[in-house]
């Protein structure tokens, strides 16, 4: 950096474990004359936790406002970074990919960014993930990090909530308990105030290290704390299967994949039959995000629509027992599966579903597509 450009850093952790980057050059610039540029990360647009990287730095913010502006040929990503710019003249919001490529939100249009501030940004960027998100560690690691009767904090993604347990059990997975009422109490919270089988990205913190993970909220088994919790829950990692069908379940590592920031490199890993239950678990969580990623460019303008007839659905649950077949070499596929539907007024029905997998290549991950969501 040249001299007379020494940028000074001051970080400052929030309560939503947000930091914020002061950046100022050598000469005085007052407060009202002051631009900055807000990077800001977060799990989905709706979730409450968010992590901050504030700069104080004109020369960046010009850089992007004088850059210029293409008609993208892909629509808005679905992303989990944000990034505002405030100056005297106004507001200006962005999306960014994960590559550091710049979307105006209002003019639907990319950045076309210099190299060296795409570069830039995508640096920034990846230090404010890493500060958001935890370490993807397969379970056998976090087995010996979290041994049985060993106490950590469970912080939810979504919310920042947080509350301490205890892992009692489990040996491909972690059977955990809420260590007292109140962390039942905030556990529930978590839960809008009631027990759930939905899976929650989370991350849970030991000592200094946060790692990611899936939670579930629905007590059952046995508990030994006193602790109004009755029961235990599971906690997922990398890798970690059920105890009875000892197979992986998808919803949890989707979640897991999802708490390390790494969503899009669960997706691409998926054959379309886990694909259809990750879609089918969306819809009994009412995760937009997620429903939205699976989807074909296709289906984006009735988006709107299909969320609102997804608002409509208590749970949903897939009755057709899949006879899978290899889908390697494959570049689309078809799934017709029947599923029990209940519907929040009221009401249960049995519905049939067709759903139409594609991929541009062996190596692009499937996408969803259907003439609707539901055929009868």
């Avoid at 952790?13 to 914020?20: C, E, H, N």
């Avoid at 947080?162 to 040996?171: E, K, L, P, T």
């Avoid at 009755?319 to 209940?342: A, G, H, Q, R, W």
Wanted: proline residues 4%; charged residues 25%.
């Amino acid at each position: 950096m040249e001299k007379g450009n020494r940028v000074i850093i001051l970080i400052l952790f929030t309560l939503v474990f947000s930091f914020v980057f002061f950046a100022s050059f050598s000469h005085n610039v007052s407060s009202k004359e002051a631009s900055k540029i807000t990077i800001s990360i977060k799990s989905s647009p709706e979730a409450i936790n968010e992590t901050k990287l504030t700069i104080y730095q004109s020369k960046i913010i010009k850089e992007i406002v004088k850059s210029p502006l293409y008609p993208s040929k892909v629509v808005l990503p679905f992303t989990d970074t944000y990034i505002t710019i405030n100056q005297q003249s106004g507001v200006r919001r962005y999306l960014a990919d994960q590559y550091g490529n710049l979307f105006d939100v209002r003019q639907l249009k990319k950045v076309h960014l210099p190299a060296h501030l795409q570069e830039q940004l995508f640096t920034y960027i990846e230090i404010i993930k890493r500060k958001h998100y935890g370490e993807l560690l397969p379970w056998e690691e976090v087995d010996t990090i979290i041994p049985r009767k060993t106490k950590f904090q469970v912080i939810d993604l979504e919310t920042g909530l947080r509350f301490n347990v205890q892992r009692r059990a489990g040996s491909h997975h972690a059977d955990v308990q809420p260590l007292s009422k109140e962390d039942t109490k905030i556990m529930r919270e978590i839960y809008e105030g009631k027990w759930s089988w939905d899976r929650r990205a989370i991350l849970i913190q030991i000592g200094n290290q946060r790692i990611a993970a899936s939670m579930n909220g629905m007590p059952h088994g046995f508990g030994a704390l006193r602790n109004g919790f009755p029961g235990h829950f599971c906690i997922h990692f990398k890798g970690s299967i059920t105890h009875i069908t000892r197979n992986l379940d998808p919803g949890h590592q989707v979640m897991v994949y999802k708490a390390a920031g790494k969503i899009e490199q669960y997706l691409i890993t998926l054959n379309p039959y886990d694909l259809v239950d990750v879609f089918l678990m969306s819809l009994n969580q009412n995760d937009k995000q997620l429903f939205k990623m699976l989807l074909s460019k296709n289906k984006y303008k009735e988006i709107p629509s299909l969320l609102v007839e997804m608002d409509k659905i208590d749970t949903i649950s897939r009755t057709t027992i899949f006879d899978k077949t290899n889908t390697f070499n494959l570049m689309s596929f078809e799934i017709p599966i029947e599923v029990n539907l209940y519907w929040k007024e009221g009401g249960r029905e049995k519905r049939k579903m067709n759903f139409l997998l594609k991929r541009n290549s062996v190596t692009d991950r499937w996408i969803i597509d259907f003439e609707e969501l539901f055929t009868d």
